[in-house]
């Protein structure tokens, strides 16, 4: 007996109810992103190793799924190099390619390989999955979306804020309620100069950006084990434990990092980006975050984190500003910013809180019933004049029981079902059954447009 087929843990199937909660996000992003002025790009699956390794930070490039090479793989490979079982050396020599952890470094990649097509500033989005060897559990898979957001080419900060803009747009229109976090790398920076660890900066911020999950004896603890000092750590955490208002945080800072030219610069572009912000109210929570970090290597401005209010699921959006990715392909001197927001958590959100039942979504809206061949004719001049204007609708294609039909439409939730039947035929008028009240209405052929505009097209 042949064993049940699975699927790879971290990974999922979607079922067609699934597939239409998941499009309308991926719409609902893809309309405001056209909106500022972005355009789509696409990159491959799969990106050499040397595009990849060393971006992510020495726990970043641990979760990459490499790819075995073609052929024979181990031709290469001397019976010593067995013996030894150096996974990392026979890893490089065996694998060349890498499934892409994230749209970024790939986006960056693209930048490089094609600067002379491209008009700068650069504003692009990219709606792709990615794939991390990660440990699958509640929020966080193997294989998941991310929708990228990226500005390359300019400096300004009026891009970090319209990049907020767009947080709070998105969220807006799906209905969630959320907190966009604000930091800068620079004060990280300043904060590693201030505590007398300036060459520890990347342990630094990888325990800080854990700060929220383990708490501050744990951070503390990792940053021991990483082999800063006592003091070092000691002078961290009045830095991590700021009060006030964003104002008055970023006085208490500048104060304390005065001699920090980097944490300065931060504070800097931190006060210009927060009266941005004043000048155009968002309708979500934004606050300064000390403690954000962001572990990923190649931040080096200003750093955002957005969570749900409602639903304690981790990040659900996230990014910052990167000023050295694109040199290390061989281009210097290109500031970008972007973020990304995670499809999959951002469906996980709308799910717990019921949001999509208040969405309607469906694929067809109509459902013309069948009653049989001399139907027919009269039937398939119904559903043209539906689809010709945008109206998702299905003939049933068997000659059934009505019974049977209606609860093809109750299964598919299609809100409406249109009979047509002898009496119609006669008449040249159609009959429609509302499902969500079971009310019917009957109405003359030509008064369909009525129809669609004051019962399907009607605002929810």
């Not at 090479?69 to 020599?93: C, F, M, P, W």
């Not at 945080?249 to 941005?276: C, H, Q, V």
């Not at 459902?367 to 004049?385: C, H, P, Q, W």
Request: with cysteine; glycine share 8%.
């Amino acid at each position: 007996m042949s064993s049940k087929p699975s699927i790879p843990k971290g990974t999922r199937d979607f079922s067609t109810e699934e597939m239409l909660k998941r499009e309308y996000i991926f719409e609902t992003i893809k309309q405001v992103f056209r909106l500022y002025g972005y355009q789509p790009i696409e990159t491959p699956a799969m990106e050499n190793l040397t595009t990849l390794l060393g971006k992510y930070g020495e726990e970043g490039d641990k979760l990459l799924f490499r790819i075995l090479n073609s052929g024979d793989y181990l031709s290469q490979i001397t019976d010593d190099e067995l013996v030894k079982h150096e996974s990392a050396k026979l890893s490089s020599k065996i694998c060349e390619k890498g499934l892409r952890y994230d749209l970024t470094v790939p986006f960056a990649r693209y930048v490089v390989q094609h600067r002379d097509e491209i008009t700068f500033p650069f504003k692009r989005y990219q709606i792709q999955p990615v794939w991390r060897a990660d440990r699958p559990q509640k929020g966080r898979y193997r294989e998941f979306f991310q929708c990228d957001v990226d500005v390359i080419g300019s400096d300004s900060l009026l891009n970090e804020y319209e990049l907020i803009k767009i947080v709070d747009d998105i969220f807006g229109r799906l209905k969630v309620q959320v907190i966009i976090k604000i930091n800068n790398r620079k004060i990280l920076t300043g904060i590693s100069d201030f505590i007398g660890e300036s060459e520890r900066i990347t342990d630094l911020t990888v325990a800080i950006d854990k700060l929220d999950k383990i708490g501050v004896e744990a951070v503390n603890a990792e940053l021991n084990g990483k082999g800063l000092s006592a003091a070092a750590i000691s002078a961290l955490q009045p830095l991590l434990q700021l009060n006030g208002d964003t104002a008055t945080k970023l006085d208490k800072l500048s104060r304390l990092l005065f001699n920090s030219d980097a944490g300065m610069k931060g504070i800097t572009e931190l006060r210009t980006l927060f009266a941005y912000i004043e000048s155009s109210p968002l309708s979500c929570k934004v606050e300064l975050d000390l403690t954000l970090a962001r572990g990923l290597n190649y931040y080096t401005g200003a750093i955002i984190e957005v969570k749900s209010k409602d639903v304690n699921i981790g990040s659900i959006c996230g990014g910052g500003r990167y000023d050295n990715l694109t040199g290390v392909f061989g281009m210097d001197g290109v500031s970008g910013v972007g973020i990304s927001f995670g499809a999959d958590r951002i469906y996980d959100v709308l799910n717990q809180l019921n949001l999509f039942d208040k969405i309607g979504v469906t694929s067809t809206e109509v459902l013309i019933a069948n009653f049989g061949e001399n139907e027919t004719a009269y039937s398939l001049k119904i559903l043209d004049r539906l689809r010709h204007r945008d109206i998702r609708t299905e003939l049933y294609p068997d000659v059934v029981k009505l019974k049977k039909q209606m609860s093809y439409a109750d299964a598919k939730k299609i809100p409406y079902i249109i009979m047509a039947g002898e009496d119609e035929i006669k008449s040249n008028t159609i009959t429609i059954k509302i499902m969500s009240s079971g009310e019917q209405k009957k109405l003359a052929l030509n008064d369909i447009e009525l129809f669609v505009n004051e019962e399907i097209r009607k605002p929810k």
